[in-house]
T-cell receptor, first 112, second 113 residues
Framework: DTEVTQTPKHLVMGMTNKKSLKCEQH?????MYWYKQKAKKPPELMFV???????INESVPSRFSPECPNSSLLNLHLHALQPEDSALYLC???????????FGPGTRLLVL | SQELEQSPQSLIVQEGKNLTINCTSS?????LYWYKQKYGEGLIFLMM?????EEKSHEKITAKLDEKKQQSSLHITASQPSHAGIYLC?????????????FGSGTQLTVLP
């Protein structure tokens, strides 16, 4: 089983809203990732968690706040986003950091 | 930083035709991944190559890593409409003490029935 699930599938939010994206995997992976993908561009790494600790933060604005409550769950809390933050947000997990990454289906976010 | 260049950017082929997508790195590759993505969806892992000269196949897709470990190719034999999508190569890179994946710009494949 190489399934990573993400909810919601679609999200529309205003610039003053607070929302959260959720990612879950039950493969026993210890590394989890958040990527942002704009149309016709490759995914760009935002955050990496390894053993539930943040190991990489690719200079992401503070309006994006990641959280890893346990080894199976990864959240991305969103607050005061800008229209340019509209994108596909992808979650991935791997056995360890540097291992093959398995991706979820993504959350398509639209900020109005 | 590692840069990956994919070619072609887009490809339209007739069903049944063979095709090749290339991925060239500015630095030695220590782990090269191929993924497929349908528009607006997640990435599906296809294959991973590590050793120079390595070749892997799955169904009608074959991926190779050259001996110098700076170029990889993805070859599809007898293409089908189900092969359509965006193909991305990704290189395993190191940022400080952390490992991460850097992607090429992708190749959009259309297969005409």
């Amino acid at each position: 089983d190489t399934e990573v699930t993400q909810t919601p599938k679609h999200l529309v939010m205003g610039m003053t809203n607070k929302k959260s994206l959720k990612c879950e995997q039950h493969m026993g992976h210890r590394a989890m990732y958040w990527y942002k993908q704009k149309a016709k561009k490759p995914p760009e790494l935002m955050f990496v968690y390894s053993y539930e600790k943040l190991s990489i933060n690719e200079s992401v604005p503070s309006r994006f706040s990641p959280e890893c409550p346990n080894s199976s769950l990864l959240n991305l809390h969103l607050h005061a986003l800008q229209p340019e933050d509209s994108a596909l947000y992808l979650c991935a997990s791997s056995q360890g950091q540097g291992g093959t990454q398995y991706f979820g289906p993504g959350t398509r976010l639209l900020v109005l | 930083s590692q840069e990956l260049e994919q070619s072609p950017q887009s490809l339209i082929v007739q069903e049944g035709k063979n095709l090749t997508i290339n991925c060239t790195s500015s630095k030695t590759l220590y782990g090269l991944y191929w993924y497929k993505q349908k528009y607006g969806e997640g990435l599906i892992f296809l294959m991973m190559l590590q050793k120079g000269g390595e070749e892997k196949s799955h169904e009608k897709i074959t991926a190779k890593l050259d001996e110098k470990k700076q170029q990889s190719s993805l070859h599809i034999t007898a293409s089908q409409p189900s092969h359509a999508g965006i193909y991305l190569c990704g290189a395993s890179t190191t940022s400080g003490s952390a490992r991460q994946l850097t992607f090429g710009s992708g190749t959009q494949l259309t297969v005409l029935p």
